[in-house]
């Protein structure tokens, strides 16, 4: 899951701090979240998976299809 997470922000060409932001936190701990050094809270990995415009189940290594799922109307 963490390999996901920096190649999505290296493919968007942004760095940590920028993701930090979108977030309301620390770049510290975004990295840690890259690194695995910390657990990330469910609706971070909701807002990463909608910034990403991708699944939390991708983010998670569930499935390898990186196509968001359709929303509930």
Do not use: W
């Amino acid at each position: 899951m963490y390999k996901r997470l920096r190649d999505l922000r290296e493919d968007s060409d942004l760095l940590q701090k920028d993701l930090a932001a979108y977030l309301n936190c620390t770049q510290v701990c975004y990295s840690s979240y890259e690194l695995g050094k910390r657990d990330i809270p469910t609706d971070v990995l909701i807002k990463l998976a909608a910034f990403h415009h991708t699944s939390v189940d991708y983010l998670l290594g569930l499935t390898n299809v990186r196509k968001p799922y359709p929303k509930n109307e």
